[in-house]
């Protein structure tokens, strides 16, 4: 047991800090700033594959799931009346860290979307053979319809199916999927564009921001796609 008590602080840190506090002041300038692009398929992906807090986010979600996972699994805890009790700490984990990684308490309130962490936490709580179907699909339906931002819906969708499928549905999976689609709700419910932090690139083609306090900066760090309701309709993250 002295194990899980090193293991399940260590987890809880490397999943609860936000990556807004681990990215550098410029990034997180240039993401107060969101605009959408007019490629927004995988030019955009490749850019956020060549960003290193992305893969800072995808090590350390990675192992901080793992963590959480080992330290809190029932056979740790040896006894079915602390079985329940762990999962419902795992639960909370879940939640409230992804949480933690997609809200971002700025002025105004901005939504991030945490593609890497959350692909890295798929992967360990759901499994490989489920992530590996659901994250594949979700990912590729999106750059066909070149929206990012529709990962966070495709994705959530295809965990609960296919780990229906192949008889692995369970709590946690759940609360992953729902922690997933978290972006997307948030993005929808409360009229906010989902900002991806990149790499420093040339100008490109920007749509002006629907939000007067979003301008448009050429060259900017954040590739922005959302969910986000303009006049009462969806408004789309591609502009032909």
């Known amino acids: 047991m002295t194990l899980d008590y090193v293991l399940v602080p260590a987890g809880i840190i490397l999943l609860g ?24 398929g995988f030019k955009s992906l490749g850019r956020l594959a060549f960003t290193p807090i992305n893969w800072i986010d995808f090590v350390r979600a990675g192992a901080g799931a793992w963590m959480i996972q080992h330290s809190l ?62 994250l594949p699909l979700g990912f590729g339906v999106a750059l066909m319809l ?21 008889g692995q549905l369970d709590l946690p999976t759940m609360a992953v999927s729902a ?18 932090a990149c790499r420093p690139t040339e100008a490109t083609p920007a749509v002006p921001a629907a939000n007067p306090e979003s301008p448009v900066v050429a060259g900017e760090n954040v590739i922005s796609t959302d969910f986000a309701r303009e006049s009462f309709e969806i408004t789309d993250g591609f502009v032909a």
């Open 179 to 196: 922690a997933f689609a978290l972006p997307a709700f948030l993005s929808f419910a409360l009229h906010i564009r989902i900002a991806f």
């Open 146 to 166: 070149r929206r990012l931002s529709l990962i966070f819906a495709l994705v959530p969708a295809g965990l609960l199916g296919f780990s229906g499928l192949f």
């Open 73 to 134: 699994s029932p056979a740790s805890s040896g006894q079915d009346d602390l079985a329940m009790a762990y999962l419902a700490v795992k639960l909370a984990i879940i939640i409230l860290c992804a949480g933690a990684q997609t809200i971002w308490l700025d002025r105004p309130i901005r939504v991030v979307g945490p593609l890497f962490y959350m692909t890295a936490f798929s992967l360990v709580v759901c499994g490989p053979l489920v992530a590996g179907f659901a």
């Open 17 to 40: 800090v936000p990556a807004t506090v681990i990215a550098t002041a410029k990034v997180r300038e240039k993401m107060r700033s969101p605009a959408r692009r007019r490629e927004d």
